[in-house]
C-alpha cells in the first residue's frame, strides 16, 4: 500500500508557474514508475507526465515544453513543475504510483483563469 499526497495547486493567472508535489508514505517509491494525472470537469482523466524508476520521463503532447516532472527518492516525493499555464490546463491534478498495482492521491485543483 502507498499513500499519497498532493499539494501546490491553486489559482494561477494565464502563463503563470505553480509546482505541484506528491508525497508518498507507507513504502519507499523508489521502485514505482509515478506519474501526474488531471481531470477537467465533463472530461476522462488524461496522462501529464510519467516517470519510471531509472528517471525516464514521458509527457503528453499538450505539456511538452511547459512541464517537468522530477522525482526525489530520498524525500520520497515527485514534483511537476508547470510553466506557461494555459486555461486549457484547469484540471485536478493528481499523482499516481505504479508497481504491479496502481495507487492513487486524493488529487490538487488547479486553476489558471485571468
Known amino acids: 500500500q502507498v499513500q499519497l499526497v498532493e499539494s501546490g495547486g491553486g489559482l494561477v493567472q494565464p502563463g503563470g508557474s505553480l509546482r505541484l508535489s506528491c508525497a508518498a508514505s507507507?513504502?519507499?517509491?523508489?521502485?514505482?514508475?509515478m506519474g501526474w494525472y488531471r481531470q477537467a470537469p465533463g472530461k476522462q482523466r488524461e496522462l501529464v507526465a510519467t516517470?519510471?524508476?531509472?528517471?525516464?520521463?514521458n509527457y503528453a503532447n499538450s505539456v511538452k515544453g511547459r512541464f517537468t516532472i522530477s522525482r526525489d527518492n530520498a524525500k520520497n516525493t515527485v514534483y511537476l513543475q508547470m510553466n506557461g499555464l494555459k486555461p486549457e490546463d484547469t484540471a485536478v491534478y493528481y499523482c499516481?504510483?505504479?508497481?504491479?498495482?496502481?495507487?492513487w492521491g486524493q488529487g490538487t485543483q488547479v486553476t489558471v483563469s485571468s
Open positions: 499516481n504510483a505504479h508497481f504491479g498495482l496502481d495507487f
Open positions: 507507507q513504502r519507499r517509491i523508489s521502485i514505482y514508475a
Open positions: 516517470i519510471t524508476s531509472g528517471g525516464n520521463t
